[in-house]
């Protein structure tokens, strides 16, 4: 095994790997051999290379996507849908799947993002509100919801720990599954895979794009199919305002025959740094604010609202239909440039004191060119957006607070 992977790491001109393996214990030493021989060395060579360009949105045609805004709906659509979606709900065909692999690194918080206390008066974690939603609506419809966690390798220890702790908020029936999602190697500024602190490649976890893989690879996809699921939410565990049973969004989406919709919001600024629901050469996608040109950010229609202003917020809703065909194609890879702690050839570690390395990330909204049609659904911004994502300033759990308390009139 190890002569194989001598091979493979000459080939990529990543050596390196093996500068600590004497000093392993016997079963690292096994652990790093797998890495090497399961690792696509083939794919970090190309990623590496298109990390030395700034994406663009190149020759793509981009244009406004169509949407409906849930504010605007007639008495009529409005109670046609929300009739259509508590049946679909009521009948126990819809599930939740969280985003939740995070760390509170970013917020000062040592442990998952999900078990963070954002500084209401009840002291609950992001998790508890969220099972709480989740208790409401059993009550209302008379089924227990599942929720399916996804985690990553960093976190899912001290996630079920927490929740075995709580005893899971009084929720236990409900929370079905916590699963792993996948990891991709980091690589340096020269495209050497970065060794951590056990001696191992440092792998990190592959974005919310990897869910539907993970979902699939971990048994939650025939979880669902064994359960008749057929409409799927997800949402990330950072929003706290997030409609975890949306039954106008079910109802709008099921009447509407979409295998897919998307919750959206107006940005507030031209320049707001988020995600822009749009077509790209005519199919569904997300442009990242870094990619559009700022005629293009600014651009408004005859009613002076932005032509590109529909903020993707991580709130979608699938028909398990599509889930498995998305599975079976890799989404693509974005980088992210980090600070990351490595372990030398003369096996020291060297802590980063600016970024340094290269992270990879699928992102879910990759999936959208893939389906044939995307609803797009639009709220008030206040109604279910309330991201925690910095430790103070814009998204903050203070920003975050105000949004809970103002829309629960705490």
């Known amino acids: 095994m190890i002569n194989n992977a001598k091979e493979i790491l000459e080939k990529y001109g990543q050596t390196h790997v093996l500068s600590a393996y004497e000093r392993l214990a016997d079963d690292k030493k096994e652990e790093l051999l797998n890495q090497v021989l399961n690792i696509d060395f083939e794919k970090i060579a190309e990623l590496y290379e298109k990390t030395k360009t700034k994406p663009t949105t190149g020759n793509d045609i981009i244009e406004p996507i169509s ?5 605007k709906l007639s008495e009529d659509e409005r109670e046609n849908y929300l009739s259509k979606g508590d049946e679909i709900i009521a009948s126990g065909k819809y599930a939740v799947v969280m985003v939740a692999g995070g760390q509170g690194t970013r917020l000062g918080h040592n442990g998952p993002k999900g078990t963070f206390d954002m500084g209401l008066d009840s002291h609950k ?30 976190n899912n220890d001290d996630t079920v720990k927490f929740f075995e702790e709580h ?8 929370i079905k599954i916590f699963f792993k999602q996948g990891e991709f190697p980091m690589i340096d500024t020269n495209g050497k895979v970065i060794i951590g602190e056990n001696g191992l490649i440092k792998e990190a976890a592959d974005g919310h794009g990897g869910l539907f893989e993970a979902m699939v690879r971990n048994g939650v996809l025939a979880d669902m199919q064994a359960n008749g699921i057929e409409w799927i939410f997800s949402c990330a565990v950072d929003n706290p305002l997030a409609k975890l049973v949306d039954p106008l969004l079910v109802g709008y989406s099921a009447e509407n025959n979409m295998k897919a919709t998307s919750v959206s919001i107006v940005k507030n600024s031209a ?6 629901l749009c077509k790209r050469n005519a199919k569904p996608s997300v442009v990242e604010y870094t990619e559009i040109t700022d005629e293009m950010a600014e651009a408004v229609d005859e009613n002076n609202e932005f032509l590109y202003g529909e903020a993707h917020i991580m709130m979608n809703l699938f028909n398990i239909d599509v889930i498995e065909g998305i599975a079976k194609e890799k989404l693509p890879y974005h980088s992210a440039f980090k ?10 570690m060297v802590i980063a004191e600016e970024p340094n390395a290269y992270k990879f990330e699928t992102f879910i909204f990759d999936a959208f060119d893939r389906l044939e049609s995307l609803g797009v659904l639009r709220y008030k911004r206040e109604e279910c957006f309330a991201p925690i994502k910095n430790a103070e300033g814009n998204d903050s759990p203070e920003t975050a607070r105000k949004l809970y308390k103002d829309y629960y009139n705490l």
């Open 67 to 71: 949407y409906v805004d849930s504010n």
């Open 167 to 174: 005893d899971y908020f009084g929720y236990k029936d409900g």
């Open 271 to 276: 320049k707001e740094r988020v995600g822009i």
């Open 125 to 154: 974690s992001l998790f508890e509100l969220f099972c709480d939603k989740l208790k409401t609506a059993k009550d209302k419809y008379g089924v227990i919801i599942p929720w399916y966690i996804m985690t990553s390798k960093e």
């Open 339 to 348: 600070k990351c702690n490595y372990m030398n050839e003369s096996g020291e």
